[in-house]
């Protein structure tokens, strides 16, 4: 087994750890609320981190202006978003489409074929936060 992944299953362990335990640490001083837990993205497919090159996480806000919607698109690492402000619909082809809507957290679908859009009047937010390797795809771009 490689550090990296060592390190990635240790990670996973720890969030569950401290997730399990928020309202007890919440009541002895540490603020914290969990989000989320799971071991599957939104559609049912187990996490799997990339097994080659130096782990590497990348966060980013990705804005849509009402109307906007994303390219047809996977994910090559796993990515957790969480919906700052405003509403998503996700369109997951024979999956469904699903809606988030702020405060929203959950983990997207890797090897499902994917947009969102933005079908309000409002602008949406996201925190994206994508827990990959050096040289793995956080986006890939799909042609239908």
Avoid: C, W
Avoid at 11 to 34: F, M, R
Avoid at 66 to 90: N, R
Avoid at 116 to 121: F, M, Q
């Amino acid at each position: 087994m490689n550090k990296r992944l060592t390190a990635a299953q240790l990670i996973l362990v720890i969030t569950i750890l401290v997730a399990s335990q928020s309202l007890a640490a919440k009541e002895k001083g540490y603020p914290a609320i969990p989000l989320l837990s799971t071991e599957t993205t939104i559609v049912g497919e187990s996490i799997a981190y990339p097994t080659t090159g130096q782990a590497k996480v990348t966060a980013a806000i990705v804005t849509l202006a009402p109307g906007e919607k994303t390219i047809l698109h996977k994910h090559g690492v796993p990515l957790f978003a969480y919906i700052l402000d405003g509403e998503l619909s996700v369109d997951y082809g024979n999956d469904g489409i699903r809606i988030y809507k702020q405060g929203d957290a959950f983990m997207e679908a890797m090897s499902v074929s994917h947009f969102g859009e933005n079908n309000t009047s409002q602008p949406v937010r996201i925190l994206a936060v994508y827990m990959g390797a050096e040289g793995s795809e956080n986006v890939i771009k799909m042609t239908q």
